[in-house]
Nanobody, 120 residues
């Protein structure tokens, strides 16, 4: 079972940027990968997904045009570049494998997540 560790979260003002990283314990080259987030009192939300080769990506409507997902299979790492951050982006961000057609998580194991807080 692949395990992941997220990092790169922090405090940022609206309009700012952060880059999250997700390092896996084993090869991820066979898996589409994705980012999800959960805000306090809310359900988990799909944020972004990337195919095994990185040639195709998909984004949740609320982050399109602002976030960019990428991956480096040799480093077993997935990234999420977040620009033009808004207060409503405040959440705990997780990465996981993802089922491309349904955008649901693939792995049973979750990391601790990376906290992103956008404040005025």
């Amino acid at each position: 079972q692949v395990q992941v560790v997220e990092s790169g979260g922090g405090l940022v003002q609206p309009g700012g940027s952060l880059r999250l990283s997700c390092v896996a314990s084993a090869s991820i080259e066979l898996y589409p990968m994705g980012w999800f987030r959960r805000a306090p009192g809310s359900q988990r939300e799909f944020v972004a997904a990337i195919t095994t080769t990185g040639l195709s990506t998909d984004y949740g409507d609320s982050v399109k045009g602002r976030f960019t997902i990428s991956r480096d299979n040799a480093l077993k790492t997935v990234y999420l570049q977040m620009d033009f951050l808004k207060p409503e982006d405040t959440a705990l961000y997780y990465c996981n494998g993802i089922r491309w057609s349904t955008k649901v998580p693939l792995f049973d194991s979750w990391g601790r997540g990376a906290q992103v807080t956008v404040f005025s």
